[in-house]
């Protein structure tokens, strides 16, 4: 079955710790993208990445760092600089390609900070 | 970047009822996709539409990219199609952006 996995579902932290996401696919797919829900809101962007070892900020990137070290995982990295990290945190990928540019979602992490 | 707007913010039918929704976008764009985000918070994808007409049983998009706006139609409105729905573009870069939602509500 192809698609985007995101780990875990839920996820608590304490003030001060850093914490990692996860975020995998199987759809070949050569870009992915990391967004930030907060309630009743729409998603922010946070970190994209087009190409294996190279990614590029999103609207919101500060306290947060990601890597692409393979094509199919892209992680994000929560750091204690993250001010109000407490959020519902949505992965994506795409094609590059000229053509369709579809987006798919992983089923989201929501992180909450104790 | 491109600016997202959607209406109504809300929206409150009887089971049975028809509506539409409406997403503005102020630049020209590669990709709309139309998405219903369900009571746990995942993303159904509903329509890739950066033009034209679908139509995926009662649901139906039409996107009219020289006026820069896209419509969601839903007909004969059931329970289950409570939740928000995302209106989301991307212009030569990739990477969507998203309008604020429609919370939708349908009443038994």
């Known amino acids: 079955d192809g698609g985007i996995t995101q780990s875990p579902k839920y996820l608590f932290r304490k003030e001060g710790q850093n914490v990692t996401l996860s975020c995998e696919q199987n759809l070949n797919h050569d870009a992915m993208y990391w967004y930030r829900q907060d309630p009743g809101q729409g998603l922010r962007l946070i970190y994209y990445?087009?190409?294996?070892?190279?990614?590029q900020k999103g609207d919101i990137a500060e306290g947060y760092s990601v890597s692409r070290e393979k094509k199919e995982s892209f992680p994000l990295t929560v750091t204690s600089a993250q001010k109000n990290p407490t959020a519902f945190y949505l992965c994506?990928?795409?094609?590059?390609?000229?053509?369709?540019?579809?987006?798919?979602f992983g089923q989201g992490t929501r992180l909450t900070v104790v | 970047g491109i600016q997202v707007e959607q209406s109504p913010p809300d929206l409150i039918l009887q089971e049975g009822a028809n509506s539409t929704l409406r997403c503005n976008f102020s630049?020209?764009?590669?990709?709309l996709q139309w998405f219903h985000q369900n009571p746990w918070g995942q993303l159904i994808n509903l329509f890739y539409i950066p033009s034209g007409t679908k139509q995926n049983g009662r649901l139906s998009a039409t996107t009219v990219a020289t006026e820069r706006y896209s419509l969601l139609y839903i007909s004969s409105s059931q329970t289950t199609d409570s939740g928000v729905y995302f209106c989301?573009?991307?212009?030569?870069?990739?990477?969507?952006?998203f309008g604020s939602g429609t919370q939708l509500t349908v009443l038994p």
């Open positions: 994506a990928s795409t094609l590059v390609a000229a053509g369709n540019t579809e987006a798919f």
């Open positions: 630049d020209s764009v590669n990709n």
């Open positions: 989301a573009v991307s212009g030569s870069a990739r990477q969507l952006t």
């Open positions: 990445s087009q190409i294996v070892n190279d990614f």
